[in-house]
């Protein structure tokens, strides 16, 4: 277009500059064409939606192939010691070590996976963002207090955090008086807790970064409150950069949820987790080498996509961290 | 420097206070068990559960036990006793910490050779097959699931399930100080495990430094005088990208203590790692808690020693007020 | 894992008939034991045991796990009588010199020890009366708590001592060194008898002991004294050094060990117990492929017991049957379980021989079709193998057509749950226990049930769950144990044995006639009428279709090609004092 090199994978400024300055599409329309031209970062997005099409048409898909459901025991798939037989033409991918359908049980996994890592990453994103701003806005002892709490999370080490939190939340009733309940609703919490002062350090960087950039006191200038310059003025220019962060959030949440899953803290069974399963198939993973290894491998596609798709629109959006 | 030694060192100590108290909070205010419940066990009469709240001060305001938890934690650094056994949790911490230092340093130490090298060759070739290639591997690794990676590393190269007999199993680890040769065998699977996701991202670090580095004014002298190509890189673009590795490896720490828990389950070394993972199979909070802060405790000082070297290496920096 | 305290009713014949059993790899204990000879194949050499956690308390008078007993407590430690290796129900005099006279229409019981019984170092001494007296005693105070201590030993004097107003427990006399008289407040020696073989009943040297068992929590664990022909390692002031919580606990020769006084063969010269192998598969490998190993308190997953029974002849595997029984409690009081037909229908659609494949097959023992085992008097009365002839318990396969009908009895004419309860369950987080409870929750939901699963640690499942009257649990799986029939089924499914917290009998069972079944049981001496009676009582606890039985289960042991591994007893587990290496 028009002044502009679209082969320059510029420093900074694609989505902080007003756009009609340097050019006539929009910071999204520009990303987006840089996307395109990277051929891995299509594949990555064609994975995502992939993986994502699968989460949301799970029993669809059961359906169609023909397997039973991912929680439909058949002891008869068992030898008579209990041990499961592999891959067939009635069992795609094997059963697992109750006779359950591990095919089935992968994509219903991929729900599971993807719902906690997205309303994890979604959860954190918001606060920490608002925190961010804040904390990058107003400056002064609310940035300190702020930062100091995001130090303090921070510093914990998150997995072994996360097990305390998830193991103290797994007896009884729950944490926080039974708000907090074991399973999907703790994984979100801790990976949540977890996750938000990333995001917040994050937005407060850029934030500060706006304000010296003549934004915010432009925007004073022509008269505006400060609820109007923080939403209308520094949350659209940061939206790119969380986007990309949340992007890359997600893989990092979906192995944590498995990790958690596999350390036997996170997802309850008989709810079908790839990194439950995981744990499920050490006991016989020398004879029954499919459920260890496809859960993986659902794990490590899922996650590449995401990895890659997150690395392109970081080189597109212009930030390398 | 000394206000930046001394203000980083401040900083330090707030901190801890900090983690500690929200250590509390965590693992003594929300669950909503009653500690003397779980510690009571088997024999849980109402009024055995009743002398032990009395003898835990459970049943004292919580801003007294706060207190009293924190000058244990201050002044005598008493992490409490294990529901389990009743062993002090501080003791039975640092029994296993040389089994996690050895899996964790070690694992440091060959990423960081092992990204030094691959990272070099990716720099000094950028763009072809070798560099492209080494990205996607890096890729892979980084989305694996490291307990994975080690299941699959057992069943290709472990001596005794593996295809291909090359390193001893699972549960093989001795003590440095009663067999350095098992000590250092039964390592070298976990090593490459818990070493495999973050060479990845290392050597792209420092593929990125070297590059920045290498169009540099003074390396185009340098080899306009006709050193070596090696001696070039070695002496001035490895000084400078010190820096952010340094930086990186204080920030993994966290990430790391969570690998090393994960590897430390598989292969069965008996570090803190599988020490936090047995204690959270049986519900004992004190030793759970007592590792989160030991381990928390560990991440603040490293942090605080890579921010006093990186304040040596780059005396440029001073302490900006700006984004951290 | 849960099993009452007592272990043998003397007297009591031995039931060990197997009937034909569904598997042809199970060896009865007696078979077992009469290959164990009382000689060593070879003495001397190190025995490795591996275990999977360690043991619940290194303190005697405080441990209740049986594993820990077994591995540990029983190599180091002696009592008045121990069990017969070759006829477990028999009991013979280990530290006694002979059998007890009993006396006052069972109220008094009078023992008289050998003389030449000695301490490990540092204590160096013969035991006494004394000892004997101090090693209960001190099981009742407030430092050592032991938690079998109030329910086992029903002596005069109890109450005084834990008060505090008496000095001594008036029920245990010492009249000389050599001779200790019990003072019973009911006439049960039998049971009492049974009782003194637990560990707290080994005798505890008072002058050096007292000084750590005035700390609180006691800390005599850590330089306990040995009277067995093994002692955990320790230095010359007591304190251990073999201990190595969570890692290992070694375990070396006593020195003062009379091997005159004692029947024991004692072959090896060191015990390595090797803890925290939490991968059952690499250590039963390591075991199966290593020398002088041996696997300990956990149960090698079915593939590697497979291939080992396939390799060399089969000989690295042993598999015991044990008097472990494994069932499915319904709560008889919740609804909808409180419905007996809705029971019925569950008993009658349950796959028992799914549960049983995963547990393992064969190697995890024998279908069960009710809860008396094959090892205890009364299991031919109840029905034997094929169980009471109610038809909900003819297919171990399930029968899905009879169990519809049951529940159109029950008033669902669908033939499936429609109303609006959830059961709760509680299971507990080890594989494969979680596995287990999957399946119970699946094969009630053919039915129409909704099973409310909760995975905890295995501990917190009883203790603040099943044993807990108020949380209404309606299901609870696990095992029990006892060494007769009145252990494996009184305090489970006796109407009488309701409390309100520590309480076994999770089904809620308050059945007047099977109560008083109970009551003639218990005080009937006729080995052959008590035998009928808890059939009888098994048959009636089926009949209410209180439980659901699914395993006798039997225990497999791994060893190394160079070990002689003598099995048997009631959990069918390792003697560590007779199995020798090379």
Not at chain 2, 70 to 96: A, K, P
Request: proline share 6%; glycine share 8%; with cysteine.
């Amino acid at each position: 277009m028009l002044g502009v090199n679209e082969d320059d994978v510029g420093l900074g400024d694609a989505f902080t500059a007003s756009p009609s300055l340097t050019s006539a599409l929009s910071p999204a329309a520009l990303v987006w064409r840089r996307l395109r031209r990277d051929r891995v970062a299509i594949v990555a997005l064609v994975a995502v939606l992939l993986v994502t099409v699968v989460a949301l048409t799970a029993p669809l898909l059961v359906d169609l192939v023909g397997a039973p459901g991912p929680n439909v025991q058949n002891s008869a798939t068992l030898s008579d010691i209990g041990l499961p037989s592999g891959p067939s033409s009635s069992h795609l991918l094997g059963v697992d070590e109750l006779g359950r359908d591990v095919f089935s049980r992968v994509v219903y996994g991929a729900r599971i996976s993807l719902s906690v890592a997205f309303i994890a990453t979604g959860l954190a994103a918001v606060l920490g963002t608002l925190v961010g701003l804040c904390a990058g806005f107003f400056e002064g002892v609310v940035d300190s207090l702020l930062s100091r709490t995001m130090d303090v999370v921070l510093a914990f080490p998150v997995m072994l955090l996360a097990l305390g939190m998830a193991s103290a939340c797994s007896t009884g009733k729950g944490c926080a008086a039974g708000l907090v309940k074991p399973g999907f609703g703790t994984v979100v919490f801790v990976l949540t807790f977890a996750g938000w002062p990333r995001f917040g350090r994050l937005v407060r960087g850029q934030t500060l970064s706006l304000r010296h950039h003549g934004f915010v006191d432009a925007a004073r200038g022509l008269g505006s409150t400060n609820k109007t310059i923080l939403f209308t003025e520094l949350l659209p220019n940061l939206v790119g950069v969380v986007t990309v962060y949340a992007t890359l959030m997600v893989p990092t949440n979906i192995l944590f949820e498995a990790a958690l899953s596999f350390l036997g803290v996170g997802i309850q069974p008989p709810n079908p987790s790839w990194g439950a399963m995981i744990a499920e198939a050490i006991p016989v993973f020398q004879s029954a080498w499919w459920f260890l290894v496809f859960p993986g491998m659902a794990l490590i596609v899922t996650s590449l996509a995401f990895n890659l798709l997150g690395d392109a629109l970081t080189d597109a959006v212009g930030q390398n961290q | 420097m000394i206000a930046y030694v001394a203000r980083r060192v401040v900083g330090a100590l707030v901190l801890t206070l900090l983690v500690s108290s929200m250590s509390f909070v965590l693992f003594w205010v929300l669950p909503s068990t009653d500690p003397a419940t779980l510690r009571a066990g088997r024999q849980a009469t109402p009024q055995l559960v009743a002398e032990i709240r009395a003898g835990l001060g459970l049943n004292k305001p919580i801003y007294v036990q706060y207190a009293r938890y924190m000058r244990r934690l201050v002044f005598h650094f008493d992490l409490g006793y294990s529901y389990q056994d009743n062993y002090s949790v501080r003791s039975q911490i640092f029994s296993r910490l040389p089994a996690t230092a050895s899996l964790a340093i070690g694992a440091i130490v060959l990423w960081l050779i092992l990204a030094a090298v691959l990272g070099t060759l990716m720099a000094l070739r950028p763009g072809s097959l070798l560099d492209r290639l080494l990205t996607v591997v890096s890729l892979f690794f980084i989305s694996s699931p490291v307990y994975w990676l080690g299941l699959v590393g057992l069943l290709l190269f472990s001596q005794d399930i593996g295809l291909w007999h090359l390193f001893p199993g699972a549960g093989t680890y001795a003590p440095f100080s009663s067999n350095p040769a098992v000590w250092a065998s039964s390592l070298v699977l976990p090593w490459i495990v818990l070493a495999s996701t973050y060479v990845a991202i290392y050597a792209r670090v420092i593929r990125t430094s070297l590059l920045e580095v290498l169009g540099h004014d003074y390396i185009r002298t340098a080899r306009a005088k006709g050193l070596g190509e090696f001696r070039v890189v070695a002496r001035h673009a490895y000084r400078s990208a010190m820096t952010p590795i340094v930086t990186l490896t204080a920030l993994d720490l966290g990430g790391l203590l969570g690998g090393v828990i994960l590897v430390e389950t598989i292969f069965n070394i008996p570090g803190i790692g599988r020490l936090a993972w047995e204690s959270i199979q049986v519900g004992d909070l004190p030793m759970i808690q007592g590792t989160v802060l030991v381990g928390a405790f560990f991440i603040i000082a490293l942090n605080l020693g890579a921010d006093l070297l990186y304040g040596v290496l780059d005396t440029r920096v001073r302490p900006r007020r700006a984004a951290t | 894992m849960r099993w009452p305290l007592v272990l043998l009713a003397v007297g009591t014949a031995a039931a060990a008939s197997l009937t034909a059993s569904s598997s042809p790899a199970l060896r009865s204990a007696d078979a077992a034991l009469a290959h164990a000879s009382a000689t060593c194949s070879h003495r001397g050499g190190t025995l490795t045991v591996l275990s999977n956690n360690d043991v619940d308390n290194i303190d005697p008078g405080i441990s209740w796990d049986i594993f820990s007993w077994t591995y540990v407590t029983y190599v180091t430690q002696r009592q008045l009588y121990r069990s017969d290796p070759s006829d477990p129900a028999r009991l013979i005099p280990d530290i006694a010199s002979g059998p007890p006279a009993i006396s006052d229409g069972g109220k008094t019981i009078t023992v008289h020890l050998k003389p030449n019984v000695m301490f490990s170092p540092p204590v160096n001494r013969a035991v006494t009366s004394a000892d004997v007296q101090y090693g209960l005693e001190r099981g009742f105070s407030k430092n050592v708590a032991n938690p079998y201590a109030s329910l086992s030993y029903n002596l005069v004097g109890v109450k005084a001592f834990t008060d505090g107003t008496a000095s001594h427990i008036a029920g245990i006399v010492t009249p000389n060194t050599t001779t200790v008289v019990f003072h019973l407040t009911t006439p049960t020696p039998t049971a009492f008898l049974d009782n003194l073989l637990n560990p707290l009943a080994s005798p505890v040297p008072a002058d050096y002991a007292a000084q750590f068992d005035k700390q609180d929590p006691s800390t005599y664990g850590q330089h306990q004294a040995a009277t067995g022909p093994y002692m955990i390692q320790n230095d010359s002031s007591g304190k251990l050094t073999g201990y190595d919580p969570g890692r290992q606990i070694t375990l070396v020769r006593n020195p003062n060990w009379n091997a005159s006084s004692d029947s024991r063969p004692a072959c090896v010269d060191r015990i390595v117990e090797s803890l925290g192998n939490s991968d059952a598969t690499v250590a039963s490998q390591r075991v199966t492929q290593g020398s002088g190993m041996i696997t300990g308190n956990f149960e090698p997953p079915a593939a590697v017991s497979e291939a080992a029974a396939t390799s060399n002849n089969g000989r690295d595997i042993s598999i015991a049957p044990t008097t472990k029984v494994w069932y499915v409690s319904l709560n008889t009081k919740v609804p909808p379980l409180n419905n007996l037909n809705v029971r019925k229908a569950i008993l009658a659609g349950f796959d028992r021989a799914a549960m049983w494949k995963v547990a393992g097959g064969r190697f995890a023992g024998q279908i069960a079709s009710h809860l008396i085992p094959p090892e205890i008097a009364g299991f031919a009365q109840a029905g034997g193998v094929r169980g009471p002839r109610f038809d909900y318990l003819s297919s171990p396969n399930g029968n899905l057509a009879l169990a519809r009908t049951y529940m159109k009895k029950a008033g669902y004419p669908s033939g499936k749950y429609t109303g609006s309860h959830t059961l709760l369950m509680y299971g507990a987080s080890n594989a494969p226990e979680t596995q287990e409870a999957q399946v119970i929750k699946a094969q009630l939901g053919l039915l129409g049930l909704k099973v409310n699963l909760k995975i905890v640690d295995r501990n917190a499942m009883y203790d603040k769950y099943c044993n807990v009257v108020s949380q209404k649990v309606a299901l609870c799986a696990g095992d029990w144990a006892g060494v007769d029939a009145y252990q494996q089924l009184y305090s489970p499914f006796d109407g009488k044995a309701i409390v309100p917290t520590g309480n076994s009998n999770y089904s809620l069972l308050n059945d007047p006639t099977i109560n008083h079944l109970f009551d003639v049981a218990s005080v009937t001496s006729n080995t052959k009428k008590s035998a009928q009676l808890y059939g009888l009582i098994d048959r009636d606890i089926m009949g209410q279709a209180a439980a659901i039985p699914w395993l006798w289960s039997a225990h497999v042991t791994l060893h190394s090609s160079d070990v002689h591994a003598v099995v048997g007893g009631l959990f069918g587990t390792a003697d560590l004092t007779a199995t020798s290496v090379g």
